[in-house]
C-alpha cells in the first residue's frame, strides 16, 4: 500500500476546523464571565447580623464594577459562596453579577466600621462586574446593591445601602 500525502486543501481544512473549535471554547469560557444570572428575589432572605464592606463602585452608565469588596463569614467554619446582586425597586428583579473570589490582605478598622462589626479573620473577599446591557437594566430606575450568599443551601441577601440609577 502506498501513503497517501494530505494536499495543502486537507491542511488548510484541519487547521480551520482547529481554530473554529478553540475560537467556541473561548467565545464559552469568555461568555459564562460575562453572564448577568436572573435571580428568584423570593428564594434569599434578609440578614442584618454579617459584617461587609462595599468599596468604590465604578459605575459608567453602560458598566459597573465593585473591585474592593468582602463579606464575613457567620462563623469561622462557614464555607459560603457569595455573589454581588441588583436589586430593581421598580420591577422587583433581582440580577447576580459575575463575581469572582479575591485573597484578602488584611481588614483594617476604618473598613470594618462601616458595617459596624468586627473582622473575625473568615471573609471573604469579592470583585464584582458587568455589562449592564446585557440584564434588562434601565436607567431611570434604582437599583439596590446586594450581597448574596448562599451556604449549604440557605441563601440570605444583604442589603448595602448603596444604589445605582
Known sequence: MRKQKLTKKAYMFILFLCMAVVGVLLIAIAG??????????????KTE????????????GSMVQIPNAWIEAESSTDVFDVHIGLYC?????LYQLPSQYVELASVD?????????????SSRGVYAWGILRLMKY????????????????????????????
Open 109 to 121: 478598622d476604618t473598613e470594618t466600621a462601616v458595617s459596624g462589626q468586627q473582622d473575625t479573620g
Open 49 to 60: 447580623s454579617v459584617a461587609f464592606f462595599l468599596g468604590d463602585v465604578n459605575y459608567s
Open 138 to 165: 434601565r436607567p431611570d430606575y434604582t437599583y439596590d446593591i446586594y450581597f448574596l450568599i448562599e451556604n449549604g443551601g440557605e441563601k440570605k441577601y444583604i442589603d448595602t445601602g448603596v444604589t445605582l440609577g
Open 32 to 45: 459564562n464571565a460575562v453572564i448577568i444570572r436572573k435571580v428568584n428575589p423570593v428564594e434569599y432572605e
Open 89 to 93: 425597586e421598580n420591577t422587583g428583579e
